[in-house]
């Protein structure tokens, strides 16, 4: 049967880290417009704000459970904005930060709603990457830079490049699948730290960092040694900045078939 295609719509936001100052006028439009809301954020202030926006945002938060598979609660979510739009809404789906980064649910909809024949869309938002950049003064555009799950990272033996800055995201849950209230996440840094000591030395100096979520706040930047980290366990959304060891060597033979001259690097930088 042909989706309707004149109502049934799906458009995911994101709110940014800052509640009501990185959202986007577009975002907004669109949470303002729709039929129904649908939302996952971190704390009920954003909650209140997305509902005083529009009166019929409802919460994804029940789909969360103790002990409950995240992938069985991603799932949910999903058929739940599916099932909206299926009736014909115009959905708006909000989640924070960046609607694309680490959201699973956010991107499985999308390719649910175009695949059934409905207009889906994802607008962007700040992320909290892009508050990291401004917040340590990192350009990525300098050593390069290289983004990984924690754990994702080491289960899967990620190759990367020591010589380019790397984040690590999650790392507050590296080795955790599941909502486990009493969770430690030390044995899972003490792992992490093994790994990327094969790379980094032990006093190699790296950042737990947490975007601010407010105006009346700062950002949480802890800087400490690589081999403190399992000490200094970090919050379940925070990202693990670490700088590069050093520059990465120049190949002479390359500078030549390009013809820069070396010099030209020392100007640029």
Same mark, same amino acid.
């Given at each position: 049967? !042909?989706?309707? @295609? &004149?109502?049934?719509?799906? %458009?995911?936001?994101?709110?940014?880290?800052?509640l $009501?100052?990185?959202?986007?006028a577009e975002?907004?439009?669109?949470?303002r417009?729709?039929?129904?809301?649908?939302y996952?954020?971190?704390?009920?202030?954003? =909650?209140? @704000? *997305?509902? &005083?926006?529009?009166?019929r =945002?409802?919460?994804?938060?029940?789909?969360?459970?103790?002990?409950?598979?995240?992938?069985? %609660?991603?799932g949910?979510?999903?058929?739940?904005?599916?099932?909206?739009?299926?009736?014909?809404?115009?959905?708006?789906?909000?989640?924070? $930060?960046?609607? $694309?980064?680490?959201?699973?649910?956010? /991107?499985? !909809?999308?390719?649910?709603?175009?695949?059934?024949? +409905?207009?889906?869309?994802m607008?962007?938002?700040?992320?909290?990457?892009?508050?990291l950049?401004?917040?340590? $003064?990192?350009?990525?555009?300098?050593?390069?830079?290289?983004?990984?799950e924690a754990?994702?990272f080491?289960?899967? #033996?990620?190759?990367?490049?020591?010589?380019a800055a790397?984040m690590?995201w999650?790392?507050g *849950?590296?080795g955790?699948? /599941?909502? #486990?209230?009493?969770?430690?996440?030390?044995?899972? *840094?003490?792992?992490?730290?093994?790994?990327?000591?094969?790379? +980094?030395?032990?006093?190699?100096?790296?950042?737990?960092y947490?975007a601010?979520r407010?105006a009346?706040? &700062?950002?949480?930047?802890?800087?400490?040694?690589?081999?403190?980290?399992?000490?200094?366990?970090a919050?379940?959304?925070a %990202?693990?900045?670490?700088?590069p060891?050093?520059?990465?060597?120049?190949?002479?033979a390359?500078?030549?078939?390009?013809?820069?001259? !070396?010099?030209?690097?020392v100007?640029? @930088?």
């Amino acid at each position: 049967m !042909a989706s309707d @295609w &004149s109502r049934g719509s799906l %458009t995911v936001v994101g709110t940014g880290i800052m509640l $009501g100052a990185h959202i986007t006028a577009e975002a907004e439009a669109h949470i303002r417009q729709a039929d129904v809301v649908f939302y996952v954020v971190t704390d009920e202030a954003t =909650a209140f @704000w *997305l509902r &005083s926006l529009n009166p019929r =945002a409802r919460s994804l938060a029940p789909h969360y459970a103790d002990g409950k598979r995240c992938l069985d %609660t991603y799932g949910e979510m999903t058929a739940t904005i599916l099932a909206a739009v299926r009736g014909g809404q115009q959905v708006c789906a909000v989640f924070y $930060g960046h609607p $694309g980064v680490f959201v699973l649910p956010a /991107h499985a !909809a999308i390719r649910q709603a175009r695949a059934e024949g +409905y207009p889906a869309v994802m607008c962007p938002g700040i992320s909290a990457e892009d508050c990291l950049f401004a917040d340590l $003064g990192v350009d990525p555009g300098r050593s390069g830079c290289q983004s990984f799950e924690a754990t994702d990272f080491l289960i899967r #033996r990620r190759r990367f490049d020591p010589y380019a800055a790397l984040m690590l995201w999650q790392v507050g *849950l590296v080795g955790e699948l /599941h909502k #486990r209230p009493r969770y430690d996440v030390r044995r899972g *840094l003490a792992v992490l730290v093994e790994v990327l000591c094969e790379h +980094y030395a032990a006093g190699h100096t790296v950042v737990i960092y947490e975007a601010a979520r407010d105006a009346a706040q &700062s950002p949480s930047i802890r800087r400490l040694p690589l081999a403190d980290l399992p000490a200094a366990p970090a919050p379940p959304n925070a %990202t693990l900045y670490v700088p590069p060891r050093g520059d990465a060597p120049v190949d002479p033979a390359m500078l030549a078939r390009l013809g820069i001259d !070396a010099r030209d690097l020392v100007r640029r @930088w």
